[in-house]
C-alpha cells in the first residue's frame, strides 16, 4: 500500500527514499567495523579494548549517543517501508511472494552469520518480516502505537532482567562476572583473537556448533527490529518517506525526535563515563535503557535527511541505496578481508584505525554503485534474492 496521496506505478522509485536507504547502510558501516575489529564488548564499552583515554571516550560517546544502533534502526525502517511498498504494488499471490522473499532473506542472512558477521542483522529482519502482511494496512497512528508497546514490551522484560544486576554493583562475584563479559578481560580478547586467526573453514564448523546461541541473540533482537519495522512503515503511510511532508513539517519532527532522545543519550553516556565504564553500568545504559531513544533519535534521523534530500538529484547515496542488500553484505566481506586471518589479519587496530579503514567498504559502495546500476537493473545480491524468491532467473542487464 503506498501512502496516502502517493500514485506508484510498479516502476517508479522516489529518489530521497533510495537515498534515505543509502544513508542507513552506511550509518551502520561505523559501528561494524568495531565489530569485525576487536573484542565483542569493545562494541559496548571502550575500556574492554583500546582504552578509555580522551580520544577514545570521545569517539564512542559520539558513536554512542548519534550512531549506535540509530542507523541499525534506519536500516529496519527501510525495510519496513519496502515491504509496504512491494506488498502495495503486488495483486496476484502476494503473500506467497512475500513469503518466499522472507524465507530466501533467511538463507541469505544464515550464510552471511556462518561466513562473515557474527551480528548479521538480516535475521531478525527475514523473521519479524514474517508479521508486517498482517499490520501493513494499520493506521498510522495504530502502527506507532504498536511500535511503542513492542519497545514497552522489550524495555520492561529487559529491565527486570538488568535491575538484577544493578542492584548488584558491590559485589565483587557479580562485578568479576560482568568484567569477564563486558569488561577489559585478557581471556575474552585471547579468546577473541584466536577466532580472529582461524581459517574459514574453521569459523564455519565452530558457527555451525553455536547456532543455539546465535538463535537466542536473533530472538533478543526481534522486538528492536519489529519496532523499527513498524515506525517505517507508518513514516511510509504517512507521506514522509515518499517525500510528500513539506520541508519545515520534516525538520520539526527531526527538532522533536531530537530535544527527546538526545538529552537522555548524552546522559546515559555521562553515567557510563562517570562509573569509569564499569561494565554493569556501560552494557545496561547501550543495551536496554537506550533502546527506546536510538529509535526515536532514528526517526529523527529519517525526518532530517528527507527534509534535506527531497527534490534533489538521487547522486550516489541513492545508488547505494538501490543496492543496499548488496552493499551491506560486501561491506561484511571488505571488513573480513581486512581483519580476520584468511584476509590481512588487522585484529586488535585502535579505535581510531578501525573507523579510518571504515572509510574503505563506504568509498567503495558510493563509486561502484551508480557504476553498477548504469550497465545492470539492480545490485547482484537483490537480484540473487528477487531470482531465487520467485524460482527463475530474471533479466540483469539494462536494456538500452
Known amino acids: 500500500m503506498s501512502a496516502p496521496g502517493t500514485s506508484l506505478s510498479p516502476s517508479s522509485r522516489i529518489p530521497a527514499l533510495d537515498a534515505l536507504r543509502g544513508l542507513a547502510v552506511i550509518g551502520i558501516v561505523p559501528m561494524n567495523v568495531i565489530a569485525f575489529s576487536m ?89 519479524a518480516g514474517l508479521l508486517l502482511p498482517i499490520v501493513v494496512r494499520w493506521r498510522v497512528r495504530t502502527l506507532l502505537w504498536s511500535a511503542a508497546a513492542v519497545m514497552a514490551v522489550q524495555l520492561a522484560f529487559s529491565a527486570w532482567y538488568t535491575w538484577g544486576w544493578l542492584t548488584s554493583l558491590d559485589n565483587p562475584a557479580a562485578q568479576a562476572v560482568a568484567e569477564s563479559l563486558y569488561g577489559n578481560s585478557p581471556q575474552a580478547l585471547a579468546d577473541a583473537t584466536a577466532r580472529a586467526e582461524e581459517g574459514l573453514g574453521e569459523r564455519v564448523v565452530r558457527r555451525f556448533a553455536g547456532i543455539a546461541q546465535q538463535a537466542r541473540f536473533v530472538i533478543a533482537s526481534l522486538p528492536s527490529a519489529l519496532a523499527a519495522m513498524l515506525a517505517g512503515i507508518a513514516l511510509w503511510r504517512s507521506g514522509l518517506l515518499a517525500a510528500q511532508w513539506e520541508r519545515g513539517r520534516a525538520l520539526r519532527l527531526a527538532a522533536i525526535c531530537a530535544v527527546v532522545a538526545l538529552p537522555v543519550l548524552a546522559g546515559l553516556a555521562a553515567w557510563s563515563i562517570a562509573s569509569g565504564f564499569d561494565p554493569i553500568v556501560t552494557t545496561a545504559n547501550a543495551l536496554v535503557w537506550s533502546a527506546p531513544f536510538d529509535l526515536l533519535l532514528g526517526v529523527g534521523w529519517a525526518a532530517l535527511a528527507i527534509a534535506l534530500l527531497a527534490g534533489r538529484p538521487a547522486g550516489r547515496l541513492a545508488a547505494a541505496g538501490r543496492m543496499a542488500l548488496t552493499n551491506y553484505l560486501a561491506t561484511s566481506l571488505v571488513f573480513a578481508a581486512l581483519f580476520f586471518g584468511w584476509g590481512l589479519g588487522l585484529y586488535g587496530v585502535s579505535r581510531v584505525e578501525a573507523l579510518l579503514l571504515a572509510l574503505i567498504p563506504i568509498a567503495a559502495m558510493l563509486t561502484w554503485s551508480p557504476l553498477w546500476l548504469a550497465r545492470f537493473r539492480q545490485g547482484p545480491a537483490e537480484w540473487l534474492w528477487r531470482s531465487a524468491s520467485q524460482g527463475r532467473i530474471l533479466s540483469l542487464i539494462r536494456r538500452p
Do not use: C, Q
Open 39 to 127: 573484542p565483542p564488548a569493545a562494541y559496548i564499552n571502550p575500556r574492554a579494548y583500546g582504552g578509555d583515554g580522551p580520544v577514545e571516550v570521545a569517539l564512542w560517546a559520539v558513536s554512542f549517543v548519534l550512531i549506535e544502533d540509530k542507523f541499525r534502526a534506519l536500516f529496519a525502517m527501510m525495510f519496513g517501508a519496502g515491504v509496504a511498498i512491494l506488498l502495495g504494488k503486488e495483486t496476484a499471490h502476494s503473500l506467497r511472494g512475500h513469503y518466499r522473499r522472507m524465507m530466501v532473506l533467511l538463507v541469505i542472512a544464515m550464510l552471511h552469520a556462518i561466513l562473515l558477521a557474527n551480528n548479521d542483522v538480516l535475521r531478525s529482519y527475514a523473521l
